[in-house]
Every structure is written in structure tokens, then in C-alpha cells.
């Protein structure tokens, strides 16, 4: 038995113990279950304090200076209520900051020698990754260290870093979505927790493509899902790349304890371009959902009866067919997904068609639309997209407008407050895609909104009074991507 299986084998072992001693209780107080870093349950960090400040990557639209870590006050009794409150600019320029990860998280809970203090930080162009300092100071944070891409390429031969999770064993993982030319392999690579330095590769062989991941040790499994070559979206997106096979369409099946890929699940034209990947937050689950960008389709996964994994499509966002556009059919194109920490709520982004939608997901197999809001996208009524044929729509939404200015882009990246009440939204994608669909937003820049979310029957409601313009920075208009918060969140968890 390696190292990081018996952790994560001790690790279930305490949080049952946890559970059935009733620390999960209102009554409980978070030293008694935790330790460490984050919450013994999802459940648990639901009752967590509310979130006082965000983490978001900004992206430079001309790649002619370095992107940055903004940080955002979003605590409504503070006198710098959103707003940004510090800027830290990276070293290098052209870095395409995208997605972040914790060094420490919930997997951790138990570890008191472990503490949620350093982000880190992969860059999608570069392949460098950034170790953020959030602990010293989190309204300021500083960089602690820079991985360069030479090291990552020589000790591992991948590139295009994307997600990173923390491990029960205290290392990080990183995957990946090419080599060091941009050809498209999928993989992963450790870091150790402590000196960030890389470790090597965690996969026994690579697979053809590579994006997100969530593991779920409890059943000695993680799934993967894919995008493309970087050679081709680094570009912008082209439909023949597609025909020419570069872009993906499957679930990768992995076992945790071998590092063997073991499965492959091919969703086919109706799966294309899976990208976000999530288990269900109960570590015991043996389900999940993944969104289909390009087929714009949601796909749950679950283990069968014979210990196989499987996937079906529950949710399909009907294409829309348009005139004034580069194709005659406009898909949705959902680009993020997340489940509420309950279990109790899908929700995920069609950037294209520019809304979000909230399912009730209380019966797994037949999600249930609930809640739905408009927010931007590219059948606006007063742009030039004229909306032909609606399965879904009697007319096209109107614009959206914060404090006098029109909302550019679309709803794309969300988070969710550990609640459930509150859904943070941005509105960029990659910068070679943003400028690709939504031009104007090179210039306008792209907007952090909040919305207000009906936990009991379902509703989405936008909170008028909470905007962030990134079209007003000081250097000029940026893109804003992922969202975190310094405590946890939705998507930066896993229980074990």
C-alpha cells in the first residue's frame, strides 16, 4: 500500500468516526472535528462563516504586460465592499493565469500540521505555476515561488497545467492537457505540499486528452475529463478541428491506489468537449455530473452493478438556430458546473446563450429546472444575432446593464457561497476565446455579478447593488476567470 492510499484509508476511517460520534451536530464546534484546514463534511462547511474575500485571476487581453491575482472585499459591513483591495502582478507576461488550487484543503481536515496558506497557480500558455502566499496576509497576497515550465517539462514531458487538488497525503496534483509542444496528452503531476517542488508524474501512462479531474478514494477511483490539443485552443476555437479528432469526447477512468488508467467512457457526439468534472460532494457517492461544452449536454457518471463506470445524458440544451452568426446553429456551450455542498443543486453556465441555470437534482437520474437568469451572451435582442428558430425561448433575453453599463461577454465561471444563498459569476472564458466570440470585451472588460439564490424552491435573482467592473482597472481592462475563497469552496473540496 503506498502512502497517499493509506492516508486517504485513515482519513475515512476518522471522518466515520467524526459522523457517527455526532460532531456534525449544530451544536459542534469546528476545532472538535477539524483540526486542520476546511470541514470534516460538506455539511459541515455549509454552516462555515461567510465569505469575506475573493481570488480571481485577471487576464491581460494584449499580452502586453504580466496578469494578476486580484483580491475582492466582498464583506458587506467592510468600508472597501466591492472592491479590489490589492493586485498581484505576476513576473512574466502572456502567463494566462486560469484555475487554482489549495496546498491544503477538507481532505486535510484532521492534519494539524497542515494550513490552507499557499494557492496554487498553473499557467494554461506558459506551463509555469505560481505558489501563492495567502497566509501572511490574505488581503495582499504575495508570490512564494515560481515553478518554472522548464522543470515541469523535464521531470514529467507535460504541459498546459490545469486543475489542481491538494491530497490526503499532503502532496498537490496538477493535471494536464498536452506536451511541451502543445500536442494534446493527458496526465498529471505531483508537487510536494511543502517545497513545491515537482515530484513527477502520477499516471502510470499518459491518455489522449486531458482537462479536469475529481477523485473519490473511498472507491479507490478518479475520473478525468477532456478539452484539446493547446495547439489548437490556444488559437481560438475552429469547428474542423473537431472533425480532425483534437478535441475530446470521454471520461477517463483511473484507479487511485495503481495510477492505471482503467476505463474509458466515450460519451460520442453528444459529449464533446467534457470539461468541468464533479463527483458528488458525500464522499460515498458513486455518482456525479460532467458538462459537454460544445455538445451542451450535461452527463451524469456512475458506478455499475459489475464495479464498471458508466454515463448517461439527463440534461440537453437544445441548440439555438440563428442568423448574423458564424454558424447556423448557436450551441449553449456550458463551460462550468458545480453541485451545491448539500447535494441538493446542479448548476452550470451556457456561455454562448449567456444564462444560468439551478437544477434539483433530489432525484439524480432527472434533474429538475428550477431557477434560470440571463446574464449577457450572444442573443442579447438589441445585438447583431437575430434568433431564428427557439425550442427553449419565445424571444431573445434583453441585455443586462450594471450601473449604467452593458454587461459584455457572458455568465461563464460560478461559485457558490458554502450556504448555498449566494452565486458568484464571471464572465470571461480563455482570452483567445473571448476575443474570438465576444470582442467588445477586450475593450469593455469583464464583470464580477452576484446572484441571489432561492435554497428552498429554487430561484435566481441578480443583486443589482454588486458589481466589480475589471473594464476600469488601472492598467486597463482585464478578463476576470475563477473565483475562490481563502477558506474553501465548492469546487476546490474533496471529502474524504
Known amino acids: 500500500m503506498d502512502v497517499q492510499t493509506e492516508s486517504s484509508e485513515r482519513r475515512l476511517q476518522q471522518i466515520h468516526s467524526v459522523i457517527s460520534s455526532g460532531a456534525t451536530d449544530a451544536t459542534s464546534s469546528k476545532p472538535e472535528c477539524c483540526a486542520g484546514p476546511g470541514y470534516a463534511t460538506p455539511l459541515e462547511a455549509m454552516k462555515g462563516p461567510r465569505e469575506k474575500l475573493l481570488y480571481i485571476p485577471c487576464i491581460v487581453p494584449e499580452k502586453d504586460r504580466p496578469d494578476y491575482l486580484a483580491t475582492i472585499d466582498v464583506d458587506p459591513q467592510s468600508p472597501t465592499f466591492c472592491q479590489v483591495v490589492s493586485r498581484l502582478f505576476m513576473p512574466y507576461v502572456a502567463d494566462e493565469l486560469h484555475h487554482t488550487g489549495w496546498n491544503a484543503c477538507s481532505s486535510c481536515y484532521d492534519d494539524p500540521s497542515k494550513c490552507r496558506n499557499r494557492m496554487v497557480l498553473p499557467c ?18 504575495t508570490i512564494h515561488k515560481v515553478v518554472e515550465s522548464s522543470e515541469v517539462h523535464s521531470k514529467t514531458g507535460l504541459g498546459a497545467p490545469h486543475t489542481s487538488h491538494c491530497l490526503g497525503s499532503g502532496q ?39 482537462y479536469d479531474y475529481w477523485y473519490q478514494p ?70 456525479g455530473y460532467v458538462g459537454c461544452a460544445l455538445s451542451s449536454n ?48 446542479l448548476y452550470f453556465s451556457n456561455w454562448l446563450h449567456g444564462d444560468i441555470r439551478q437544477y434539483d437534482i433530489t432525484d439524480k437520474r432527472k434533474p429538475k429546472l428550477v431557477g434560470q437568469i440571463f446574464l449577457g451572451g450572444s442573443i442579447c435582442n438589441d445585438g447583431p ?39 458568484y459569476v464571471t464572465t470571461a472564458l480563455y482570452s483567445a476565446w473571448d476575443k474570438q466570440f465576444y470582442p467588445n470585451m477586450s475593450r469593455a472588460g469583464s464583470m464580477l455579478l452576484q446572484v441571489d439564490v432561492d435554497t428552498e424552491r429554487g430561484g435566481l435573482t441578480l443583486n443589482t447593488e454588486f458589481s466589480v467592473d475589471f473594464g476600469t482597472e488601472p492598467q486597463g481592462p482585464v478578463y476576470a476567470h475563477e473565483i475562490r475563497y481563502p477558506g474553501g469552496d465548492c469546487t476546490s473540496d474533496i471529502w474524504l
Not at 498529471?188 to 491518455?207: C, P, Q, R, Y
Not at 425561448?393 to 457561497?417: H, T
Open 124 to 141: 494554461l500558455n506558459s506551463d509555469r505555476v505560481y505558489i501563492i502566499d495567502t497566509g501572511t496576509n490574505p488581503r495582499a497576497p
Open 218 to 287: 473511498g472507491h479507490n477511483v478518479m475520473l478525468s475529463s477532456e478539452w484539446g490539443a493547446p495547439k489548437c485552443w490556444r488559437n481560438g476555437f475552429n469547428p474542423e478541428h473537431v472533425k480532425q479528432g483534437l478535441y475530446g469526447h470521454s471520461i477517463n477512468v483511473w484507479d487511485w491506489s495503481t495510477h492505471e488508467h482503467i476505463q474509458t467512457i466515450d460519451m460520442g457526439e453528444e459529449g464533446y468537449i467534457p470539461l468541468e468534472i464533479r463527483f458528488l460532494h458525500d464522499p460515498t457517492a458513486t455518482e
Open 298 to 345: 450535461i452527463f451524469r457518471f456512475f458506478k455499475t452493478e459489475n464495479g464498471k463506470w458508466d454515463a448517461e445524458k439527463v440534461i440537453d440544451v437544445p441548440s439555438k438556430k440563428v442568423e448574423g452568426w458564424a454558424l447556423p446553429e448557436m450551441p449553449g456551450l456550458i463551460t462550468d458546473i458545480l453541485l451545491s455542498l448539500d447535494d441538493k443543486y
Open 385 to 423: 444575432v437575430k434568433v431564428t428558430s427557439d425550442e427553449e425561448l419565445k424571444k431573445q433575453p434583453d441585455s443586462v446593464y450594471i450601473k449604467s453599463k452593458r454587461l459584455e461577454g457572458a455568465a461563464q465561471m460560478i461559485q457558490l457561497s458554502l450556504d448555498g444563498k449566494r452565486l
Open 172 to 210: 498537490v496534483m496538477i493535471s494536464c492537457m498536452g506536451d511541451p509542444e502543445g500536442n494534446n496528452k493527458g496526465g498529471f503531476f505531483l508537487l510536494d505540499g511543502e517545497t513545491f517542488d515537482v515530484i513527477g508524474n502520477w499516471e502510470k501512462s499518459a491518455v489522449e486528452f486531458g
